[in-house]
């Protein structure tokens, strides 16, 4: 393969946030922390930063980001490092390229395990091998010895004349270090039966699974989530409960519908969260399961061109009929532009419980797309927002733009978060890793928006560049 030579660089770190009247660096609340921008991987002429996913040591902090590598059709990881960066501003991040062999990386998702009793740790990410179809995994773990390894989880034999499997791809580790993964198979059937679509769920076991191959034959077991078979799921989201019970959202194609699904004692039940009846799409799931187990999803209402949110309330709903009850709220969050083909959502819950969501607003028909944040405006400390549905005569979201496509000294021919992925860190702050297209050099590009609650010039321990690192910091709340 023709590889291109990777040259990584500083872009101008410019800071946003809501103004509230303090000065930059100075926040009432952890949501009104300003975000700084900075590109984190590139290729000159090149195309990276899709497929992104981001996760966190909890223990220090410090993400981990993995995407897709278009350019060489390559997995790859990116994470802070004070003393042997390759990569990234002033060499403060390290690049690896984790799998090579054919088309590898798509759908990837990332998650990071700390063993609370012994500190050992595993890194996981679960992607797609477009090559061969098939649904991989990438683990890194000390034992027996320092290093990554890759299996092929999911390929199933091939019937008619298409397979897919492992699109999708959502990974967490549940407290025993076991791995999760949530993804769609698509089988091609022979004529004139009907293809065979399904939403799945890999977990990790000793011995006596029914899937993986080679040396990890055996050690994943693999079971269909939906028993309705006219399902044809996409945009699978997963993420675990408190007592490691995987929870499912994902879009059903031959409905338009928002799903959601449980597993309890071994078996899944599933409910339509919201129905359209035509009038909708409801694609590209975000799901994040908060401490209390209620869950909160993100989705995209295709038609309607709105960003919305689905969460649980137990009764006084309006979706996600459970029998006579609505159990969920759905609500409009934002207009972000209709019949888009690819909108990076993303969700994740704070320490207060508040949800967070990083999403790309493509709703300007003359612009380029931005990346935007929505909290409800209880997390900022107020009632009222601007964004959001309307509760007594006051919208009650505040929806913010973290960059508008000329930060950094952006020449205006920048799409932003195509692709997004959202992490709160162990300290309450956002960080949202997203890929850049830049349509007038034509490369698209890895880049990091990051929340600082005191300090404007990244405090955190694995920052080192210092003032002069930065070119500039302005604005701020």
């Excluded at 679960?126 to 999911?154: C, E, M, Q």
């Excluded at 989201?237 to 019970?245: C, Q, R």
């Excluded at 050099?441 to 929340?451: F, I, S, T, V």
Aim: with cysteine.
């Amino acid at each position: 393969m023709i590889r291109t030579r990777v040259l990584f660089f500083v872009l101008v770190v410019t800071v946003v946030g809501l103004t509230t009247g303090a000065g930059v660096g100075y926040a009432d609340t952890q949501a009104d922390a300003p975000y700084y921008l900075e590109a984190i991987a590139s290729i000159t002429g090149g195309d990276v930063g899709q497929h992104v996913s981001i996760a966190f040591n909890e223990n220090t902090g410090k993400p981990y980001v993995s995407y897709y590598d278009e350019t060489n059709q390559d997995l790859r990881l990116i994470y802070p490092h004070d003393t042997a960066g390759n990569c990234g501003p002033d060499n403060n991040w390290y690049c690896e390229v984790l799998d090579t062999t054919g088309d590898v990386g798509q759908y990837s998702s990332i998650d990071y395990f700390i063993d609370s009793g012994t500190g050992a740790v595993k890194i996981g990410i679960a992607y797609y091998d477009a090559t061969n179809h098939d649904l991989k995994v990438a683990i890194w773990s000390a034992s027996p010895f320092p290093g990554w390894k890759v299996s092929r989880v999911n390929a199933e034999p091939l019937i008619g004349s298409y397979r897919q499997c492992g699109r999708y791809a959502s990974l967490k580790f549940d407290s025993n270090g076991a791995v999760h993964i949530a993804y769609v198979v698509h089988l091609d059937a022979i004529n004139p039966l009907p293809d065979s679509y399904h939403a799945m769920h890999a977990y990790s076991v000793s011995s006596g699974g029914d899937c993986g191959y080679g040396a990890a034959a055996g050690k994943w077991q693999c079971d269909a989530i939906s028993s309705n078979e006219f399902d044809l799921p996409s945009s699978t989201s997963l993420d675990l409960t408190s007592t490691g019970e995987p929870n499912v959202a994902f879009y059903d194609d031959s409905t338009d519908n928002l799903r959601f699904c449980q597993k309890d004692a071994g078996t899944w039940s599933c409910r339509t969260i919201e129905s359209t009846g035509g009038s909708g799409a409801q694609v590209f799931v975000s799901l994040a399961v908060d401490q209390a187990d209620r869950p909160h999803i993100a989705y995209y209402d295709y038609f309607n061109g709105k960003l919305k949110y689905a969460t649980w309330v137990g009764t006084a709903g309006n979706c996600g009929l459970d029998g006579a009850t609505y159990e969920f709220q759905c609500d409009a969050i934002d207009t972000i532009g209709d019949s888009q083909s690819r909108v990076g959502i993303s969700v994740d819950v704070d320490p207060d419980g508040y949800p967070v969501i990083a999403y790309q607003d493509d709703s300007d028909p003359l612009g380029f797309s931005v990346l935007n944040v929505a909290r409800p405006a209880l997390a900022h400390g107020t009632t009222i927002g601007n964004c959001g549905p309307i509760v007594n005569l006051f919208r009650r979201w505040q929806c913010e733009t973290i960059d508008d496509a000329t930060q950094g000294g952006g020449a205006g021919h920048l799409y932003e978060a195509e692709y997004a992925a959202l992490g709160i860190d162990p300290d309450g702050a956002a960080y949202i890793a997203y890929y850049e297209e830049d349509d007038y050099n034509n490369e698209g590009r890895l880049k990091l928006a990051h929340q600082e609650v005191a300090d404007p010039i990244f405090s955190d321990d694995f920052e080192t560049g210092g003032v002069s690192a930065w070119s500039s910091s302005v604005g701020g709340s």
